[in-house]
């Protein structure tokens, strides 16, 4: 299945561990990089990588070893909780890989999450992430953050703001910078007001 732009915030915000696989793809690896790793914070918590939950892959590492993926998605570590296999920069080659990985997946298997570039309507890849019920492909557009978006920046780097104001200023902001160099730019706020013992300052304003 496939999700429109308007179901990919709340289902970034609440992820669902009951599906296989999801694809992330996009011309912007900056952006894509974003959401997935936006997606995989929520679905696994902030500790996954230190208690060995989330696993890392790349489409050459499933094209090398076509069993690594379907070793990583049925291993079980010594933590509980949710698990998940990250496959980055995948494409058509390894889109056989993938979904003999899925087809074979059942709980409490590792959820599957695949990240690619721009990918054509005839991909195969994404024709069958978008086609499969088990799956579902997330496209990430070259858009402006949307105020949902902005917002859960803001969260992610400790800043709240009540002010209109200033929120409009952001909107602008957000208009000017890629998605990366705004959260960057939050948390650059946030550390100088942290190091200096005083709130955080943005557009000449202190909140």
């Given at each position: 299945?496939k999700l429109s732009p308007k179901?990919?915030?709340r289902?970034l915000e609440n992820?669902?561990p009951?599906?296989?696989?999801?694809?992330f793809?996009?011309?912007?690896?900056?952006?894509v990089?974003?959401?997935?790793?936006?997606?995989?914070?929520?679905?696994?918590?902030?500790t996954?990588?230190?208690?060995?939950r989330?696993?890392?892959?790349?489409g050459?590492?499933?094209?090398?070893?076509?069993?690594?993926a379907?070793?990583?998605?049925?291993?079980?570590g010594f933590?509980?909780?949710?698990r998940?296999?990250?496959i980055?920069?995948s494409?058509?080659?390894?889109?056989?890989?993938i979904f003999?990985?899925?087809?074979?997946?059942?709980?409490?298997?590792a959820q599957?999450?695949?990240?690619?570039?721009?990918?054509?309507?005839?991909?195969?890849?994404?024709?069958?992430f978008?086609?499969s019920?088990?799956t579902?492909?997330?496209?990430?557009?070259?858009?402006?953050l949307?105020e949902?978006?902005?917002?859960?920046e803001?969260?992610?780097?400790g800043?709240?703001?009540n002010d209109p104001?200033?929120?409009?200023?952001?909107h602008?902001l957000s208009?000017?910078?890629?998605?990366g160099?705004?959260?960057?730019t939050?948390l650059?706020?946030?550390?100088?007001?942290?190091?200096?013992g005083?709130g955080?300052?943005?557009?000449?304003?202190?909140?």
């Amino acid at each position: 299945m496939k999700l429109s732009p308007k179901e990919i915030p709340r289902f970034l915000e609440n992820p669902d561990p009951t599906i296989a696989a999801i694809l992330f793809y996009g011309s912007d690896t900056m952006r894509v990089a974003l959401k997935r790793q936006e997606y995989l914070e929520n679905l696994l918590g902030s500790t996954a990588e230190q208690e060995m939950r989330l696993i890392r892959l790349t489409g050459d590492d499933v094209l090398k070893d076509h069993t690594a993926a379907f070793d990583a998605i049925k291993s079980v570590g010594f933590f509980p909780g949710q698990r998940a296999v990250l496959i980055e920069n995948s494409s058509d080659r390894t889109s056989k890989i993938i979904f003999d990985c899925i087809e074979a997946w059942e709980q409490p298997d590792a959820q599957i999450v695949v990240t690619s570039g721009q990918l054509k309507p005839t991909s195969q890849l994404r024709k069958s992430f978008e086609t499969s019920k088990s799956t579902l492909a997330v496209p990430i557009y070259d858009n402006p953050l949307t105020e949902m978006e902005i917002k859960t920046e803001l969260t992610r780097a400790g800043i709240q703001i009540n002010d209109p104001n200033i929120m409009t200023g952001l909107h602008s902001l957000s208009e000017e910078l890629e998605p990366g160099d705004f959260r960057n730019t939050c948390l650059l706020y946030t550390s100088d007001a942290a190091d200096e013992g005083l709130g955080v300052d943005l557009g000449g304003r202190r909140i």
